[in-house]
């Protein structure tokens, strides 16, 4: 597509239930991110995918995440019963490529999860 | 190891004043250097980015930002600040051998009329 895409755009979930959040990259792009975003903070990286190599899941903050990239392109970050915490902007981004200097980064609108 | 700094998590000007959000990075290496902007319940915009070439880079909606090796700086700037660069900005810094891209914290921008 044109952009990233995300969705859902809002989400509201009661505490415990899972919930998923899908990302459709920008159409070419080998890399993706997932970012989390919280009221009035800076971006937390979550987790990096790159073509077929491992994923990168430092960012991950509890085990309760987990996120996939089926075929290279779209993904699925999915949140095991949720918390409270939990609530933010889950941030999707793609870039033609990981690594080299000139690369950009490019953000789609996010996904607003609010857990009651 | 690398970081990026933002100096100042607000700033506050008057609308038709000059804007200066300032960000220092460090870096072993000779990185990528980048600036976005992020309007209320919006994604990432990119404004410009450096990347080895011209030490002055030019963006959109009349920003742009020079890169000072000597001082690892990276600070943006506009001449006359309008009001819907109301907003957050985030200085992100990226090495060619890495992965990952690493945001500052953020400056919030507002524009008084």
């Known amino acids: 597509g044109a952009g990233v895409s995300q969705s859902p755009s809002n989400k509201v979930t009661e505490k415990g239930k899972d919930v998923e959040l899908r990302c459709d990259p920008i159409s070419g792009h080998t890399a993706l991110y997932w970012y989390r975003q919280s009221l009035g903070q800076g971006l937390e990286f979550l987790i990096y995918?790159?073509?077929?190599?491992?994923?990168?899941k430092s960012g991950l903050p509890s085990d309760r995440f987990s996120a996939e990239r089926t075929g290279g392109s779209v993904s699925t970050l999915t949140i095991q019963r949720t918390q409270q915490e939990d609530s933010a902007v889950y941030l999707c981004?793609?870039?033609?490529?990981?690594?080299?200097?000139?690369?950009?980064?490019?953000f789609g609108e996010g996904s607003w999860l609010t857990v009651v | 190891a690398q970081s990026v700094t933002q100096l100042d998590s607000h700033v506050s000007v008057s609308e038709g004043t000059p804007v200066l959000l300032r960000c220092n990075y460090s870096?072993?290496?000779?990185?990528?250097l980048f600036w976005y902007v992020q309007h209320p319940n919006k994604g990432l915009q990119l404004l410009l980015k450096y990347t080895s070439a011209a030490t002055l880079v030019k963006g959109i909606n009349g920003f742009e930002a020079e890169f000072k090796k000597s001082e690892t700086s990276f600070h943006l700037t506009k001449p006359s600040a309008h009001m819907s660069d109301a907003a957050e900005y985030f200085c992100v810094v990226n090495l060619a051998t890495g992965n990952q891209f690493y945001f500052g914290t953020g400056t919030s921008l507002t524009v008084i009329p």
């Open positions: 870096s072993s290496y000779s990185p990528s």
């Open positions: 981004a793609s870039s033609l490529a990981g690594q080299g200097l000139g690369n950009t980064i490019y």
């Open positions: 995918f790159q073509g077929n190599s491992a994923p990168d």
